[in-house]
């Protein structure tokens, strides 16, 4: 069992559409929790984290954390064609900076 | 200020053939991770470098290494190019050790092996 685990997708939605993005982790001992988002051949930016439980909102994006079912989710609102891109989520201790990702899911967003 | 750099942009390589991908850090940070991201999937953790050591490494063979220089720039040196080894390679860099959370990834190298 991978300690992230990630719908890979894809997911199409119209313009305007509230997104909802999912992982599940395993791993107790996770304590941030980080959204990164990648275009095409290009490296991941971060879009925000989360310490331990929780609800982080910026701007059009919030992103919440359950740590008692171990649930990360991250809702885009009003969603824009630009938003179209691989969303990944990750998971990090605080020991040292490793980070376990998800697998990536791939977002559409269509005019 | 300057974003994580990685040169270079792309690379091809025979089996067998040795590579050294290259990273500069966002300044202001002191800490270097690389990840290897295989096509369709999220990226892995090799391992990390503060204070020019390896500070934490994933589950990668001996082959994978790595340095860090005093300006905190830093190198990937792969042996023995296996083909699974083609993937797109990440640095990433933070400003504290122990920070999971403030790490900022460059444009990553696509390494090819043939």
Known sequence: QKEVEQDPGPLSVPEGAIVSLNCTYSNSAFQYFMWYRQYSRK???LLMYTYSSGNKEDGRFT???DKSSKYISLFIRDSQPSDS???LCAAGGTS???LTFGQGTILTVHP | ETGVTQSPTHLIKTRGQQVTLRCSSQSGHNTVSWYQ???GQG????FQYYREEENGRGNFPPRFSGLQFPNYSSELNVNALEL???ALYLCASSPRQASSYEQYFGPGTRLTVT
């Open chain 1, 43 to 45: 490296g991941p930016e």
């Open chain 2, 84 to 86: 699974d080894d083609s």
């Open chain 1, 85 to 87: 891109a691989t969303y």
């Open chain 1, 96 to 98: 040292y900076g490793k």
């Open chain 1, 63 to 65: 992103a919440q954390v």
């Open chain 2, 37 to 39: 991201q295989a096509l």
């Open chain 2, 43 to 46: 990226p892995q953790f090799i």
